[in-house]
C-alpha cells in the first residue's frame, strides 16, 4: 500500500494564528495507529508547539509540503499557499457566502482542490464532531468581563493571551470582583457552555429568563436564552426549532425585553443569514437599551448584532461602537458607546489548551474515517469541493462564487 501522506500546514493568514489541527503526540498516535501514514510538520515560528516538539515526537520537519496528498490546517490558507490538486482540511467561512472568502473559494475550485471544511463535518444525526466551540467560549466570555472591568475601572487582571493555559487562567477569575451586574448569555451548544465554565467560575449566578426580566438582584447574574427565549413566529403560532432552523425568515426578533435590564451582553448563538438579526441600531439609540459591552464571540460582521461592524484582534481586542454615527472608534473614549469586543480567533488566546482539544477530536472522530475509506460519509458530507466544481451538497454556493 502506497504510504499516505498528511502535512501540517504553517498558519499563513493574518493576524498569526498559534493553534495547529494536530499536536505533536496526536501526531504521533496517527503514525502509530496507521502505519501506512505519514505524518510531516511545516516549519513555523508562531505555532504553540515548536519544531522540535515535533521533532521529538518523531515527526518530520519539512520546508514544503509539496510531497503531502492531506494538508490540515486551521484558518483559511491564503490563496497564493493553495497547491493544487491536494485535499485541504481547514476553516473555510465560506459556507454562508462571506465576500471575504470568494477570492479563496474560486482558488479552490481553479485548482482541482479537494475542501473540507471542519464547520462542516458531522455524524449521520447532523451533529458536529470536531470544534474549537468550548475554548471560544472559555475566552470569549472572560473577554467579556475583562472589557466590562476594562469600561468601568472595576479589576485588573491578565489577558486570557497573557496566561499559560486553563488552569493559569483559572487564577485569575477569583481576583474578578463584579458589582450586582446583569450578564446575557445566548447559545446553547459547545460555545454556551464553555462561557457559562467563567462565569460560574467567577461566582456569577445563574438566573431564569424571567427572573433576569424583573427581578433586581444584589449580585452578579447571568441568564442564558434559547433561541426560543427572543425568537417569535411571525403568524403567531408556536415556537418550534425545527421550523426555527429550518425556516428562520418566519421569524422576528423579541431580544429587546431583555436589553433594558441587561448589562452585558455574550453571544456565542450560530446565527443564519436568513434568521432576525438581535436587534437593530435604532434600538441601541432608545433610552430603554441598558447593554453597554457586547462580546460578540460569533463575530458576525454587519450580522445579527449591528455593534459588530469589523472583528477585533487580540492585540487590540476592543473598540467602541458609536451607533449615532454608525461608525468605529477608539475602545473607551465615550460614555454613550458600545465597547465591542470581538475578536474572531478566541481559542487562539489558549492555544496549547485549544489544539489538544481540537487534536483529539480530530484524531478519534476525523482522521480515521479519511483514512480507512470515510464509510460513514463524514468526510463526504464535509466536501465543499472537488474536481474543479462545488461538491453537490454545496452547490448553492455557486451564485457567490460566481460573484452574483
Known amino acids: 500500500m502506497d504510504k499516505l501522506k498528511i502535512g501540517?500546514?504553517?498558519?499563513?493568514?493574518?493576524?498569526?494564528?498559534?493553534?495547529?489541527?494536530?499536536?505533536?503526540?496526536?501526531?504521533?498516535?496517527?503514525?502509530?495507529?496507521?502505519?501506512?501514514?505519514?505524518v510531516v510538520a511545516q516549519k513555523s515560528e508562531i505555532r504553540c508547539y515548536n519544531d522540535d516538539e515535533y521533532r521529538q515526537a518523531g515527526i518530520r520537519v519539512v520546508d514544503s509540503l509539496d510531497e503531502c496528498d492531506v494538508v490540515i490546517g486551521v484558518k483559511e490558507v491564503p490563496v497564493s499557499d493553495l497547491c493544487a490538486e491536494k485535499?485541504?482540511?481547514?476553516?473555510?467561512?465560506?459556507?454562508?457566502?462571506?465576500?471575504?472568502?470568494?477570492?479563496?473559494?474560486?482558488?479552490?475550485?481553479?485548482?482541482?482542490?479537494?475542501?473540507?471544511?471542519?464547520?462542516?463535518?458531522?455524524?449521520?444525526?447532523?451533529?458536529?464532531?470536531?470544534?474549537?466551540?468550548?475554548?471560544?467560549?472559555?475566552?470569549?466570555?472572560?473577554?467579556?468581563?475583562?472589557?466590562?472591568g476594562q469600561?468601568?475601572?472595576?479589576?485588573?487582571?491578565?489577558?486570557?493571551?497573557?496566561?499559560?493555559?486553563?488552569?493559569?487562567?483559572?487564577?485569575?477569575?477569583?481576583?474578578?470582583?463584579?458589582?450586582?451586574?446583569?450578564?446575557?448569555?445566548?447559545?446553547?451548544?459547545?460555545?454556551?457552555?464553555g462561557a457559562i465554565e467563567v462565569l460560574t467560575g467567577i461566582g456569577v449566578r445563574r438566573v431564569t429568563p424571567r427572573q433576569f426580566r424583573?427581578?433586581?438582584?444584589?449580585?452578579?447574574?447571568?441568564?442564558?436564552?434559547?433561541?426560543?427565549?427572543?425568537n417569535l413566529r411571525k403568524d403567531g403560532g408556536e415556537f418550534s426549532r425545527t421550523t426555527f432552523y429550518g425556516s428562520p425568515q418566519q421569524f422576528e426578533s423579541n431580544f429587546l425585553q431583555y436589553s433594558s435590564a441587561a448589562d452585558l451582553l455574550i453571544a456565542s448563538a450560530y446565527w443564519d443569514p436568513k434568521a432576525p438579526a438581535l436587534f437593530e441600531r435604532k434600538d441601541i439609540m432608545s433610552d430603554d437599551f441598558k447593554i453597554a459591552v457586547i462580546a460578540d464571540i460569533t463575530c458576525d460582521i454587519d450580522g445579527s448584532i449591528p455593534s459588530t461592524k469589523q472583528a477585533s484582534t487580540i492585540g487590540e481586542p476592543l473598540y467602541d461602537y458609536n451607533p449615532c454615527d454608525d461608525r468605529v472608534e477608539p475602545p473607551l473614549t465615550d460614555e454613550g458607546n458600545i465597547t465591542v469586543m470581538a475578536v474572531d480567533n478566541l481559542p487562539c488566546e489558549l492555544a496549547r489548551d485549544a489544539s489538544e482539544s481540537f487534536g483529539t477530536m480530530l484524531l478519534n472522530n476525523v482522521l480515521p474515517e479519511l483514512i480507512t475509506g470515510d464509510k460513514n460519509g463524514i468526510i463526504e458530507r464535509a466536501t465543499i469541493a472537488r474536481g474543479g466544481k462545488l461538491n453537490e451538497r454545496y452547490t448553492y454556493l455557486q451564485d457567490y462564487v460566481d460573484g452574483n
Open 214 to 230: 424583573e427581578e433586581y438582584f444584589d449580585f452578579p447574574v447571568f441568564a442564558l436564552l434559547n433561541a426560543r427565549d427572543y
Open 87 to 148: 485535499t485541504y482540511f481547514f476553516f473555510s467561512h465560506t459556507i454562508k457566502k462571506q465576500e471575504y472568502n470568494r477570492g479563496l473559494l474560486r482558488e479552490v475550485i481553479r485548482k482541482n482542490i479537494t475542501l473540507v471544511d471542519y464547520e462542516t463535518i458531522t455524524d449521520q444525526s447532523g451533529k458536529r464532531v470536531i470544534a474549537f466551540g468550548r475554548w471560544a467560549g472559555i475566552v470569549g466570555a472572560y473577554n467579556g468581563v475583562w472589557a466590562y
Open 151 to 193: 469600561r468601568y475601572n472595576l479589576f485588573d487582571t491578565r489577558r486570557a493571551c497573557d496566561c499559560f493555559d486553563l488552569e493559569d487562567l483559572k487564577s485569575e477569575l477569583a481576583k474578578i470582583d463584579l458589582p450586582p451586574v446583569k450578564i446575557l448569555l445566548t447559545g446553547g451548544g459547545r460555545v454556551a457552555k
Open 8 to 38: 501540517i500546514i504553517r498558519e499563513g493568514k493574518v493576524p498569526t494564528d498559534k493553534r495547529v489541527a494536530l499536536p505533536p503526540s496526536h501526531a504521533r498516535k496517527v503514525q502509530e495507529m496507521f502505519p501506512h501514514v505519514e
